[in-house]
C-alpha cells in the first residue's frame, strides 16, 4: 500500500498533528498539499480543502489508515508521543495476534491505526484464512516494555487500509473478484479483510457504522487510496481486467485510478518495495 490523501478543512492543525504528535515527518510543502512519512516513505498526503464540509455520518469512506512500524520500540515512541501530546486522540488498543494495534482519531476525524506485526511464522492459517482476534493490550505496559532511551527514527510504511462501506458482499464483489485480493478473513456479514502474498491484510471493508450506505458525496476525509504493484505490465494487465467488469478507469499508461462501488478513490502505479520488513503487495 502507498501513501493515503486526506482532504482537510484545517492544514496548519492537521499538519501539526502528523508531524508533531504521531511523529512523522514533513517531507513536501507545496501550497494546498504537505507530505508526511518516515524516511523516504510518504505515509500520508493532506491535501487542503477548506471548500468542502465534513462527511455525513455513516457514511462510506476512511475507517483508518493503519501505519505498519518495523520495531516495537519505534511503536511505542509514537504511541508515547499521542498519549502525553494529544490523550484525548487514543481511541483504543488490541492484540490481533497477528499484530500489536493502537487506534487514534486525528482532528477531523480520520481514524489512524499504529501496529507492530508479530513475524509471519507465528501467525496462524487455517482453509486459506488467517487467525486473528481483539485481545487486551495495555497501553501503558506496551510502552513501559518497549520504549527506548533514544528517539525513534525507523522505517514505517502503511501497512493497511480499513474502509467503511454499505455491505461486504459488494466489496468482495470488487475486492476480490474484480480487483484480484484474496479474503483473508471474514467476519459474519459485517467485515472482510483481503491481501496479496500471504499478508493479513492489506486491506479491510466494514459495515459498523455505515451499512446500507451508497456511494459518497465530495466531502473532508478520504481523497484516496494507492496501491503500489511490481511493473508496469501489472497495471496494464489490471486495466484490462477492470474493463472486462466495466468497471471505469482513468490510465495514462503510468497509473490507473478508479473508484470503488461507494467513490472511494484507488490509484494503482508501479513501484520498487516500500517495505519496512514488509513485502511489496500485487494484485
Request: hydrophobic content about 40%; charged content about 15%; overall charge negative.
Amino acid at each position: 500500500m502507498g501513501a493515503v490523501t486526506l482532504r482537510v478543512g484545517n492544514l496548519d492543525a492537521m499538519l501539526a498533528y502528523y508531524r508533531d504528535i504521531v511523529t512523522l515527518e514533513l517531507q513536501s510543502h507545496d501550497g494546498p498539499v504537505a507530505v508526511l512519512g518516515r524516511g523516504r516513505i510518504p505515509l500520508v498526503i493532506l491535501q487542503h480543502a477548506p471548500e468542502l464540509a465534513a462527511a455525513e455520518r455513516r457514511s462510506a469512506g476512511l475507517y483508518h489508515t493503519a501505519i505498519l512500524f518495523n520495531t516495537q520500540a519505534d511503536l511505542a515512541a509514537a504511541v508515547f508521543s499521542i498519549g502525553t501530546k494529544s490523550p484525548g486522540t487514543f481511541t483504543g488498543s488490541a492484540d490481533h495476534l497477528v499484530s500489536q494495534a493502537f487506534y487514534f482519531t486525528d482532528p477531523e476525524g480520520n481514524g489512524i491505526e499504529l501496529y507492530w506485526d508479530r513475524d509471519r511464522t507465528l501467525w496462524s492459517w487455517a482453509h486459506g484464512q488467517v487467525e486473528m482476534a481483539s485481545l487486551q493490550l495495555d497501553p501503558n505496559a506496551f510502552i513501559s516494555e518497549h520504549m527506548s532511551a533514544e528517539p525513534s527514527e525507523g522505517a514505517a510504511i502503511v501497512g493497511h487500509v480499513h474502509l467503511s462501506v454499505g455491505d461486504v458482499a459488494t466489496a468482495r464483489e470488487f475486492y476480490v473478484n474484480h480487483l484480484g485480493f484474496e479474503a483473508t478473513a471474514n467476519f459474519g456479514p459485517s467485515a472482510l479483510f483481503v491481501s496479496a502474498g500471504g499478508y493479513h491484510h492489506h486491506m479491510a471493508m466494514n459495515t459498523w457504522e455505515s451499512s446500507g450506505t451508497g456511494k459518497r458525496r465530495l466531502a473532508l476525509g478520504l481523497g484516496e487510496i494507492s496501491i503500489i504493484v511490481p511493473g508496469a505490465d501489472d497495471i496494464g494487465a489490471l486495466n484490462e481486467r477492470m474493463a472486462h467488469y466495466k468497471v471505469g478507469t482513468s490510465y495514462d499508461g503510468q497509473t490507473l485510478a478508479f473508484d470503488d462501488p461507494w467513490a472511494n478513490r484507488i490509484r494503482v502505479r508501479a513501484g520498487t518495495s516500500v517495505s519496512a520488513e514488509n513485502p511489496v503487495a500485487t494484485v
